[in-house]
């Protein structure tokens, strides 16, 4: 993954997601040779604008893994936390301003790091009266908790290898006669037929 700006918070936090990822691939239901197959491109608007610090290492690995797993994410939830590599969920900042903020969205349950459940007594109680606190330690957890158990289409492996199906002309193997018998053809458009079936008809 390559950063426009390698040394801003979000660049660090979207790398530090994505090596995660591809460490733990087969624990996530990820095919790991995804990786060689299709490109990531993370759009952060305003992601050069200079932050206090990381922050937004567990909702970029959890909008990874929905799309690499075309899993759902579930609605109405928020997350804040920092990651490491090894997938702990680490202490971050503006805790109050953060779940303010959800809670004006319509937000009714935040993801937050364990580390920081002492933070919350920040928030006016007529505010954590109505909301649901989810700590975490692992990243495991946020991804357990904020993304839906089935996936709703094809994997993105599933798709990468059609997108490059699409690009390799039909192959045909001749054998120098008229007989049609002796042609084999192998049309690149029925997977994609077959995936438009299954959008159609899930199971």
Excluded: W
């Excluded at 691939?25 to 990820?30: F, K, M, V, Y």
């Excluded at 990468?160 to 049309?187: I, K, L």
Aim: with cysteine.
């Amino acid at each position: 993954m390559a950063c426009k700006f390698p040394s801003s918070s979000c660049c660090e936090s979207a790398q530090a997601a994505l090596s995660y990822i591809r460490s733990h691939a087969d624990s996530l239901g990820i095919d790991p040779d995804v990786f060689q197959r299709a490109d990531l491109h993370v759009h952060i608007p305003a992601g050069a604008i200079p932050k206090d610090g990381p922050s937004a290492g567990v909702a970029l690995t959890i909008a990874m893994v929905s799309l690499l797993t075309q899993r759902k994410a579930r609605p109405h939830i928020a997350m804040t936390g920092e990651i490491t590599l090894r997938g702990m969920v680490l202490k971050v900042g503006g805790i109050k301003e953060k779940v303010l903020g959800a809670h004006r969205a319509g937000i009714t349950t935040v993801i937050l790091p364990a580390s920081n459940q002492v933070d919350l007594e920040e928030v006016p109680i007529e505010v954590r009266t109505h909301m649901i606190f989810a700590p975490v330690e692992r990243v495991e957890q946020a991804i357990q908790l904020a993304l839906e158990d089935v996936a709703v289409t094809a994997s993105i492996a599933t798709l990468a290898d059609e997108a490059n199906a699409d690009e390799e002309p039909a192959a045909t193997e001749d054998t120098g006669t008229s007989d049609d018998s002796d042609a084999v053809e192998h049309p690149v458009g029925a997977p994609r037929a077959a995936l438009a079936d299954a959008r159609r008809n899930p199971a």
